[in-house]
Nanobody
Framework: QVQLVESGGGLVQAGGSLRLSCAAS????????MGWFRQVPGKEDEIVAA????????YYSDSVKGRFFIARDDAANTVHLQMTSLKPEDTAVYHC??????????????????WGQGTQVNVSS
């Protein structure tokens, strides 16, 4: 059974940094694109970053571009999201996800079919 487990969330002051990690198990994910999306109650879910299966291409939403950085370690079956210059509006539950689609870029939540339970990120002002 495929599982994704996120870690690294927590409370940080505005301007600070956090590094989220996602450990994948159940199969090798070296050939599939992976991403991070965030959920805020009352708001539409947002894909914030994605990385292609070959690791050569990345996507960032406008809201995080230049502040968040996605990377993958296929040998360890993990994907990371380095978040810098955090803002209170980055407060959310962050989920990692996998898409079976070979299409690129993947910018819509419906393109992902497996995601983890999420990790809470709180940014105080």
């Amino acid at each position: 059974q495929v599982q994704l487990v996120e870690s690294g969330g927590g409370l940080v002051q505005a301007g600070g940094s956090l590094r989220l990690s996602c450990a994948a198990s159940g199969r090798s994910f070296g050939s599939v694109s992976m991403g991070w999306f965030r959920q805020v109650p009352g708001k539409e879910d947002e894909i914030v970053a994605a990385i292609r299966g070959n690791g050569e291409s990345t996507y960032y939403s406008d809201s995080v571009k230049g502040r968040f950085f996605i990377a993958r370690d296929d040998a360890a079956n993990t994907v990371h999201l380095q978040m810098t210059s955090l803002k209170p509006e980055d407060t959310a539950v962050y989920h990692c996800a996998i898409t079976p689609s070979p299409a690129w870029p993947v910018t819509a939540l419906w393109q992902f079919d497996i995601w983890g339970q999420g990790t809470q990120v709180n940014v105080s002002s």
